[in-house]
């Protein structure tokens, strides 16, 4: 799933006009993607000139506590080996 980050946005209707599927319009300075006709094509990624346009993964809370736990740990045994090193 594509989605614009409105902050970055310089609402220059690039990724509109480079959409095949018609699913991007401006409302307000900023670009939309309709979800509906979007068909992941990424052409709207390639020509924004902020990167303002992202791909968003959807992920399950059990997941991103899945991954959070495991960078924890590494960035645990990061800083052991760190205070190892020190000695």
Same mark, same amino acid.
């Given at each position: 799933?594509?989605?614009?980050? #409105?902050?970055?946005?310089?609402?220059?209707?690039?990724?509109?006009?480079?959409?095949?599927?018609?699913?991007?319009?401006?409302?307000?300075?900023?670009?939309?993607?309709?979800?509906?006709?979007?068909?992941?094509?990424?052409?709207?990624?390639?020509?924004?000139?902020?990167?303002?346009?992202?791909?968003?993964?959807?992920?399950?809370?059990?997941?991103?506590?899945?991954?959070?736990?495991?960078?924890?740990?590494?960035? #645990?045994?990061?800083?052991?080996?760190?205070?190892?090193?020190?000695?």
């Amino acid at each position: 799933m594509l989605k614009t980050r #409105d902050r970055l946005c310089l609402g220059c209707g690039l990724c509109a006009q480079s959409c095949p599927t018609g699913a991007i319009s401006l409302f307000g300075g900023t670009a939309r993607i309709d979800q509906e006709r979007c068909n992941s094509c990424h052409l709207c990624q390639q020509v924004c000139p902020q990167g303002a346009i992202v791909e968003m993964l959807p992920i399950s809370n059990k997941e991103l506590m899945a991954t959070v736990s495991g960078l924890r740990q590494r960035t #645990d045994d990061l800083l052991e080996r760190i205070e190892t090193l020190k000695c």
